[in-house]
T-cell receptor, first 115, second 115 residues
Framework: GAVVSQHPSRVICKSGTSVKIECRSL??????MFWYRQFPKQSLMLMAT?????????EQGVEKDKFLINHASLTLSTLTVTSAHPEDSSFYIC???????????FGDGTRLSIL | AQSVTQPDIHITVSEGASLELRCNYS??????LFWYVQSPGQGLQLLLK??????LVQGIKGFEAEFKRSQSSFNLRKPSVHWSDAAEYFC?????????????FGKGTHLIIQP
């Protein structure tokens, strides 16, 4: 079945560091990918929609300069948390939509901890 | 704006007993509905989805869900739960098959299985 690989699965870093998270569709092309954020024991909240070859679309309240998204190919989207602070600590999950249709396929998430 | 309500934060069920997890949605057009399961620290796995047609949909792991437009509900059921079903369950709604736009998730229901 369709697989979405997300890397790294866990990252711990100091405050002020920028962190890049990758989301790859392994066996399908994805013009559209999505980034979600999940706080502990909370639901997933859509942060942004990543579109290959164009600018990402951010949800209200999400700082685009804080969360940089690049979707340079049909199989890879990256989320960079710039100058991360402890309040950015969260579980980030990506999903990808197969260009042939159907539901989104989710990655296994990245646990980000900022000290 | 679309929204999803999962009224039960926690549900405890004995192993072998039947299960029903509630989900109510608010959406202006025909909704596309999903149930996902999440194990601790993991990504999301799609259990089943409803796009159109038969309102009773079958999913993986013995789960099923029934779409009731009059009640704006999409409850998840399983006739006999197994200890391995203990996890967090999320109901979600999207447009256009949940592919072209991000999903709106409920807050989740934590399922506990008693031996």
């Amino acid at each position: 079945g369709a697989v979405v690989s997300q890397h790294p699965s866990r990252v711990i870093c100091k405050s002020g560091t920028s962190v890049k998270i990758e989301c790859r569709s392994l066996d399908f092309q994805a013009t559209t990918m999505f980034w979600y954020r999940q706080f502990p024991k909370q639901s997933l909240m859509l942060m942004a929609t990543s579109n290959e070859g164009s600018k990402a679309t951010y949800e209200q309240g999400v700082e685009k300069d804080k969360f940089l998204i690049n979707h340079a190919s049909l199989t890879l989207s990256t989320l960079t948390v710039t100058s991360a602070h402890p309040e950015d600590s969260s579980f980030y999950i990506c999903s990808a939509r197969d260009d042939r249709g159907g539901p989104q396929h989710f990655g296994d998430g990245t646990r980000l901890s900022i000290l | 704006a679309q929204s999803v309500t999962q009224p039960d934060i926690h549900i405890t069920v004995s192993e072998g007993a039947s299960l029903e997890l509630r989900c109510n949605y608010s959406y202006g057009a025909t909704p596309y509905l999903f149930w996902y399961v999440q194990s601790p620290g993991q990504g999301l796995q799609l259990l089943l989805k409803y796009f159109s047609g038969d309102t009773l949909v079958q999913g993986i792991k013995g789960f099923e869900a029934e779409f009731k437009r009059s009640q704006s509900s999409f409850n998840l059921r399983k006739p006999s739960v197994h200890w391995s079903d203990a996890a967090e369950y999320f109901c979600a709604v999207g447009a256009m098959g949940g592919g072209a736009d991000g999903l709106t998730f409920g807050k989740g229901t934590h399922l506990i299985i008693q031996p």
